[in-house]
T-cell receptor, first 114, second 111 residues
Framework: DQQVKQNSPSLSVQEGRISILNCDYT??????FLWYKKYPAEGPTFLIS?????DKNEDGRFTVFLNKSAKHLSLHIVPSQPGDSAVYFC?????????????FGQGTILTVHP | EAEVAQSPRYKITEKSQAVAFWCDPI?????LYWYRQILGQGPELLVQ????????DSQLPKDRFSAERLKGVDSTLKIQPAELGDSAMYLC?????????FGPGTRLLVL
């Protein structure tokens, strides 16, 4: 059973436009959410996170939105740049006895065209 | 900027051989994780350490995989014997709180 799903395997966007990456989860116990970016042959790089007590967190060009009732989070990148081309993973954590343990989605390949 | 170190970066081995991966977390990070990532999928947790103690190894195939963090700092993940299906990226991460910081990974190819 996949607890975290990224239903779009890939996304293609023009430079300067908005990129929107989506993630759905099933367990309402998840209370901390993160986005990572991964280039080939490198480890994932932490981008941005959000706690369940918030519905939006912003850091420069990156904004994460959380809709708890829909169990959905999204990452907005504005404006998109060619260097943003990478695989993006969402990850979730339940806290409590699972504190720190992350469950990842399958990833979305973002391609930003010049 | 402090980073998680891993070695080797690449490893090619034949099935039934033993392989070992090393990880040095960010200084001061008490929690250390080993993940396996198969191409096209997200990282999957193999084992989690808090200092030198194993917190979660429920997804570690214990018949062939072992992990240790003897002094609560660096860690070693071992596979013996390696199987074809073990070909993957092995990632190490460390954390102080709920955000994890990953190393560059070890790409393993089992022939």
């Amino acid at each position: 059973d996949q607890q975290v799903k990224q239903n779009s395997p890939s996304l293609s966007v023009q430079e300067g436009r908005i990129s929107i990456l989506n993630c759905d989860y099933t367990n309402s116990m998840f209370d901390y959410f993160l986005w990572y970016k991964k280039y080939p042959a490198e480890g994932p790089t932490f981008l941005i996170s959000i706690s369940s007590i918030k519905d939006k967190n912003e850091d420069g060009r990156f904004t994460v939105f959380l809709n708890k009732s829909a169990k959905h989070l999204s990452l907005h990148i504005v404006p998109s740049q060619p260097g943003d081309s990478a695989v993006y993973f969402c990850a979730v954590n339940a806290g409590g006895t699972s504190y720190g343990k992350l469950t990842f989605g399958q990833g979305t390949i973002l391609t930003v065209h010049p | 900027e402090a980073e998680v170190a891993q070695s080797p970066r690449y490893k090619i081995t034949e099935k039934s051989q033993a392989v070992a991966f090393w990880c040095d977390p960010i200084s001061g990070h008490a929690t250390l994780y080993w993940y396996r990532q198969i191409l096209g999928q997200g990282p999957e947790l193999l084992v989690q350490f808090q200092d030198e103690s194993v917190v979660d190894d429920s997804q570690l195939p214990k018949d062939r995989f072992s992990a240790e963090r003897l002094k609560g700092v660096d860690s070693t993940l071992k596979i013996q014997p390696a199987e074809l299906g073990d070909s993957a990226m092995y990632l190490c991460a460390s954390s102080l709180d709920r955000g994890q910081y990953f190393g560059p990974g070890t790409r393993l190819l089992v022939l």
